[in-house]
């Protein structure tokens, strides 16, 4: 599986949520930055990749956010945030994919103001998958 497969995927998830507006992969500051989002928007990206003898590994940083209007308490939105994130855990876990997810997966809660008033989370996911690193398999 490539890492363009597993984007498509993991946008395909965020794409059918009935809670998310708006999926990118990519920077999501430089995004923000841009104002073209529409809320609640889930951004993700490429945070660390390893490759061992026999598996490849690539850790996902998922944002989940959404604009905090002013009679909403952030508490809220966060929370609404956090069970969004949950689905879409559940999704990557699904046991179809031909990845293993970390039995962790560490969470971080956060509060933007600029561009807009953003609260959310977010989540770093590490997908393994087997990777057979044979010279024999490379292209002449």
Not at 9 to 29: A, E, N, R
Not at 66 to 73: A, F, K
Not at 90 to 112: C, D, H, K, T, Y
Request: net charge negative; hydrophobic share 40%.
């Amino acid at each position: 599986m490539t890492l363009n497969q597993i984007v498509k995927k993991i946008t395909d998830y965020g794409s059918q949520h009935p809670q998310i507006k708006f999926v990118l992969y990519g920077d999501v500051y430089d995004h923000l930055s841009q104002g073209e989002v529409t809320y609640p928007a889930m951004f993700f990206n490429i945070e660390d990749l390893s490759i061992s003898a026999k598996q490849i590994q690539y850790t996902f940083g998922i944002y989940f956010m959404d604009r905090q209007i002013e009679n909403t308490e952030e508490l809220e939105v966060m929370s609404d945030q956090i069970l969004v994130c949950q689905d879409i855990v559940a999704q990557i876990r699904n046991n179809a994919n031909e990845w293993i997810v970390g039995e962790s997966i560490p969470m971080v809660l956060f509060v933007e103001s600029e561009p807009d008033v953003l609260a959310g989370v977010k989540a770093s996911i590490s997908l393994v998958l087997p990777s057979i690193n044979n010279r024999c398999q490379i292209p002449t």
